[in-house]
């Protein structure tokens, strides 16, 4: 039954609730209409815009189709994990024979069936638009696969849902059900004033364009609307790759990590999300898009500094990301302690293992940052430099990469020292350190040396506003600054950070492991 | 059939279950008793593979739980104290749902369903929706899905807890023929005088500590070594006190009109030749009646009542 999803217990299951009461038949029909009226709206008022009307309801069409599919998916899997949690029901389903991942599988293909449904059900009108020769078949076929991808990827996004139930002071259950919705709020209001200020044009060259291109059909649908979907590319090392095949390659590595990390909640509540070996597979190919795509960008006249700094904070963020994922909490360092810390051997334990402490996962992300840089980005732009484009000077490199591993290893110190000691609510301390890390340091420089003359403050004002990693990367990707901040300073803070981190989180691994050991003692174990 | 050594369950601060070591025989109706936050939720769910202990080995059937849980998952049957089913769903699909879950065979599926619904009397409401189920009957629903997949062990967390009184003669039914089936059933409930109707054997946890454990009359044995012995006679009572106080075993005697009550320090088995003894005696004898304190005796006695 492994890969016969048919007969998944759970989508026979919400099929048979889902259409008991209601057919899908008349949903199918009722969305069959509102197509057919938008379609007749389009055709009646096609002088008001510049575009055949076929491909104008087809582009209608498609970006209906995404929105109800995605969705769908997203809602209906979230609320029906929501709802399993609370009611306690996900136990039974957890000491079944399924494997975790069939659930995961079962709950993305049987709770949103409808919006596979609707999804079909578009298919006639797309033909009729094809027809028409608004586009070509094979366009038409990939902009249906990325259909389906984007609410497998959609589906896979509502499964994330934390395991344990737990209750507040007044012994009300909590759960994260407007987790889902919060993240639809949030997202247009990240996206909304970008595109307003910024127009489409991001979508082409920028950075988070590139992010856009390779996860989602916007850039597709886009292109669509100019009559050239293909257009929409990921460029990298100067090869082209087009959105509309990209696209759901990623979202499928992207639906399939969600996946493997939430059967792993399923299987153990306990381990962190997920393995640090997939971490460091995400890493290395975050890092060659990355480096992929800055020389790119170097080879259409960019200048080096900036592309550094910008793979600097991109390595940065994406290695602090991928740390929540792995850092072991109070209970799992615990647990660690009293299972596995004198079964497994330390070194596969430390870089591999699930529950120790992530101290030498952080040297491997430096080193991955490192060395992808060098070999992608930098050893490229020496073999191909042009007078005008000047390669990357080592110096520069050494500058960045130092700062952006100093960083990689306090920050990461901090967190698995704030999550170690604090339980809990250390996810919270360490998001307000960070926070103030950024901060302060501006705000400190403009209460105290703005009334001195800005010549004698100048030195001071620099040093004190480059121990913010925020300001250091903005001073280097901005165009506005006259010069980059120093890095000295702000190495030595971090330095000074993660000794102080490094030096708290053994302190209180040894106690607790004490502690252990006196209790084992006590059970006549050892 | 199951094995639990040296197992330690923490939540934070508090500990939960400590360094418990229980050996649980196959076809053993078994019984947790303890007050609530004793620890026995905590050891079902431990041992139904839904919480990870802190330390120790647990195994069921030969398989390691923390090892390997999905294997042990088909030999396991679990009910939980707070059990709740999916609303919308008829009974009937609800347990074809967890069949399939369990990979049951579609020839054996339609058969085994009907069974379980026969087991718990629940054939009349195979098509009824669960949401329209009275409480009792839900129970017994969940109860048949924990049979479903012919389970070696049955976890049972306050199975009767919400059931009626025939309710529950018809459950005590139920776990009497799973007995005689030979399946293991380890259940938690707060209902003494029925455990000692069904569970053969019994563990009684206070503060996530094993306070006692084994057999019925082992336990009882154990905590309870002084019997209680009355002796009802229709005259002749002066007599029985001076045969009963010329006995070593025998300690305590006091007499009525028609009755002669003393302590018991030897073994049950020595009681027949004190029998023996009387009859020929030529005392005549109404009743002649051991005394030992039952479950809830036994645990009032010995429990503390504290929680973890």
């Known amino acids: 039954m492994q890969y016969?999803?048919?007969?998944?217990?759970?989508?026979?299951?919400?099929?048979?609730?889902?259409?008991?009461?209601?057919?899908?038949?008349?949903?199918?029909?009722?969305?069959?209409?509102?197509?057919?009226?938008?379609?007749?709206?389009?055709?009646?008022?096609?002088?008001?815009?510049?575009?055949?009307?076929?491909?104008a309801f087809l582009l209608a069409i498609l970006g209906l189709q995404f929105l109800v599919s995605g969705g769908i998916a997203l809602f209906t899997v979230a609320n029906s994990m929501n709802a399993e949690v609370t009611n306690r029901t996900l136990d039974f389903q957890r000491i079944v024979s399924l494997r975790p991942y069939e659930i995961l599988l079962g709950k993305m293909l049987g709770e949103p069936a409808i919006s596979y449904f609707l999804a079909l059900a578009t298919l006639p009108f797309a033909v009729i638009c094809w027809l028409e020769g608004s586009v070509t078949v094979v366009t038409m076929i990939w902009f249906y696969i990325n259909l389906a991808t984007f609410t497998l990827l959609c589906a896979a996004i509502g499964t994330i849902h934390t395991l344990v139930l737990s209750t507040n002071t007044t012994g009300m259950r909590r759960n994260n059900n407007g987790s889902v919705g919060l993240a639809f709020i949030w997202v247009p209001m990240m996206i909304f004033p970008t595109l307003l200020t910024r127009g489409t044009g991001w979508l082409q060259d920028s950075w988070l364009g590139a992010i856009i291109n390779l996860c989602t059909p916007i850039g597709s649908l886009r292109f669509l609307f100019k009559g050239q979907p293909w257009d929409?590319?990921?460029?990298?090392?100067?090869?082209?790759?087009?959105?509309?095949?990209?696209?759901?390659?990623?979202?499928?590595?992207?639906?399939?990590?969600?996946?493997?990390?939430?059967?792993?909640?399923?299987?153990?509540?306990?381990?962190?999300?997920?393995?640090?070996?997939?971490?460091?597979?995400?890493?290395?190919?975050?890092?060659?898009?990355?480096?992929?795509?800055?020389?790119?960008?170097?080879?259409?006249?960019?200048?080096?500094?900036?592309?550094?700094?910008?793979?600097?904070?991109?390595?940065?963020?994406?290695?602090?990301?991928?740390?929540?994922?792995?850092?072991?909490?109070?209970?799992?360092?615990?647990?660690?302690?009293?299972?596995?810390?004198?079964?497994?051997?330390?070194?596969?334990?430390?870089?591999?293992?699930?529950?120790?402490?992530?101290?030498?996962?952080?040297?491997?992300?430096?080193?991955?940052?490192?060395?992808?840089?060098?070999?992608?980005?930098?050893?490229?732009?020496?073999?191909?430099?042009?007078?005008?484009?000047?390669?990357?000077?080592?110096?520069?490199?050494?500058?960045?990469?130092?700062?952006?591993?100093?960083?990689?290893?306090?920050?990461?110190?901090?967190?698995?020292?704030?999550?170690?000691?604090?339980?809990?609510?250390?996810?919270?301390?360490?998001?307000?350190?960070?926070?103030?890390?950024?901060?302060?340091?501006?705000i400190v420089a403009s209460l105290l040396l703005y009334p001195q003359s800005l010549r004698t403050a100048q030195g001071l004002l620099s040093i004190v506003v480059s121990l913010s990693p925020g300001a250091y990367y903005l001073s280097h990707l901005t165009r506005f600054t006259l010069q980059p901040l120093p890095c000295e300073w702000l190495i030595a803070t971090q330095i000074g950070m993660l000794i102080g981190c490094f030096w708290m989180l053994r302190r209180w691994l040894n106690n607790q492991q004490a502690v252990v050991a006196t209790k084992l003692a006590s059970m006549e174990v050892l | 059939m199951i094995s639990i050594?040296?197992?330690?369950?923490?939540?934070?601060?508090?500990?939960?279950?400590?360094?418990?070591?229980?050996?649980?025989?196959?076809?053993?109706?078994?019984?947790?008793?303890?007050?609530?936050?004793?620890?026995?939720?905590?050891?079902?769910?431990?041992?139904?593979?839904?919480?990870?202990?802190?330390?120790?080995?647990?195994?069921?059937?030969?398989?390691?739980?923390?090892?390997?849980?999905?294997?042990?998952?088909?030999?396991?049957?679990?009910?939980?104290?707070?059990?709740?089913?999916?609303?919308?769903?008829?009974?009937?699909?609800?347990?074809?749902?967890?069949?399939?879950?369990?990979?049951?065979?579609?020839?054996?599926?339609?058969?085994?369903?009907?069974?379980?619904?026969?087991?718990?009397?629940?054939?009349?409401?195979?098509?009824?929706?669960?949401?329209?189920?009275?409480?009792?009957?839900?129970?017994?629903?969940?109860?048949?899905?924990?049979?479903?997949?012919?389970?070696?062990?049955?976890?049972?967390d306050e199975p009767a807890s919400g059931l009626d009184p025939a309710g529950r003669v018809e459950f005590r039914e139920m776990i009497k023929q799973l007995h005689q089936m030979g399946r293991t059933v380890l259940?938690?409930?707060?209902?003494?005088?029925?455990?000692?109707?069904?569970?053969?054997?019994?563990?009684?946890?206070?503060?996530?500590?094993?306070?006692?454990?084994?057999?019925?009359?082992?336990?009882?044995?154990?905590?309870?070594?002084?019997?209680?012995?009355?002796?009802?006679?229709?005259?002749?009572?002066?007599?029985?006190?001076?045969?009963?106080?010329?006995?070593?075993?025998?300690?305590?005697?006091t007499q009525s009109a028609t009755q002669v009550e003393c302590q018991w320090r030897d073994s049950r088995e020595a009681l027949p030749e004190l029998h023996r003894k009387i009859v020929q005696a030529d005392i005549p004898i109404v009743s002649f009646a051991l005394e030992g304190d039952n479950l809830e005796d036994l645990y009032m006695r010995i429990s503390q009542h504290r929680t973890s």
């Open chain 1, 4 to 55: 016969d999803f048919w007969n998944n217990p759970l989508v026979v299951s919400a099929m048979r609730l889902k259409y008991r009461r209601s057919s899908p038949g008349i949903t199918t029909c009722l969305y069959l209409l509102v197509l057919l009226t938008i379609g007749a709206t389009l055709h009646h008022y096609q002088e008001a815009y510049n575009m055949p009307p076929g491909r």
């Open chain 1, 232 to 442: 929409a590319q990921i460029t990298l090392w100067g090869y082209t790759f087009p959105s509309l095949v990209v696209a759901p390659l990623m979202q499928l590595v992207l639906a399939y990590w969600i996946v493997m990390a939430m059967s792993r909640r399923l299987k153990n509540p306990i381990d962190p999300p997920v393995r640090r070996l997939h971490t460091y597979a995400a890493l290395i190919i975050f890092d060659l898009l990355l480096a992929g795509v800055c020389f790119t960008q170097w080879q259409q006249g960019m200048a080096t500094g900036r592309l550094l700094a910008q793979f600097g904070l991109s390595h940065l963020i994406a290695s602090l990301v991928l740390l929540i994922g792995i850092t072991p909490v109070k209970q799992v360092l615990v647990s660690w302690l009293w299972r596995f810390q004198t079964r497994e051997p330390w070194l596969r334990s430390s870089c591999l293992g699930s529950r120790s402490e992530i101290t030498l996962v952080l040297p491997i992300y430096c080193l991955l940052g490192a060395v992808i840089v060098f070999v992608g980005f930098a050893l490229p732009t020496n073999f191909t430099r042009t007078p005008v484009n000047a390669a990357v000077r080592y110096d520069s490199l050494l500058e960045v990469m130092a700062v952006t591993s100093t960083l990689i290893l306090a920050l990461g110190m901090l967190h698995q020292g704030c999550v170690a000691i604090a339980g809990r609510s250390g996810l919270l301390i360490y998001a307000a350190c960070l926070l103030l890390i950024n901060i302060l340091p501006p």
């Open chain 2, 5 to 156: 050594k040296h197992l330690r369950m923490e939540y934070g601060d508090t500990v939960a279950i400590e360094n418990l070591h229980l050996e649980i025989a196959r076809g053993e109706v078994f019984g947790l008793i303890g007050p609530n936050g004793a620890g026995k939720t905590t050891l079902i769910r431990v041992l139904a593979t839904l919480l990870e202990p802190t330390y120790g080995q647990v195994t069921i059937g030969g398989v390691d739980l923390l090892a390997e849980p999905l294997k042990a998952h088909p030999l396991i049957g679990y009910m939980s104290d707070f059990f709740s089913l999916y609303d919308n769903m008829r009974a009937w699909e609800y347990l074809d749902h967890f069949a399939r879950c369990y990979r049951i065979a579609p020839a054996r599926r339609e058969r085994l369903i009907d069974e379980a619904l026969e087991l718990v009397s629940l054939e009349v409401r195979r098509d009824a929706e669960i949401n329209e189920l009275s409480r009792g009957m839900r129970q017994r629903l969940c109860f048949a899905k924990s049979l479903l997949h012919e389970p070696q062990v049955l976890l049972l």
């Open chain 2, 187 to 253: 259940i938690s409930s707060h209902i003494l005088t029925e455990m000692t109707e069904y569970c053969t054997s019994i563990a009684i946890l206070e503060q996530g500590q094993l306070l006692a454990s084994g057999r019925i009359e082992e336990v009882q044995n154990y905590l309870n070594p002084e019997l209680r012995l009355r002796i009802e006679v229709t005259e002749k009572t002066e007599q029985l006190a001076a045969l009963l106080e010329a006995e070593s075993a025998v300690e305590q005697v």
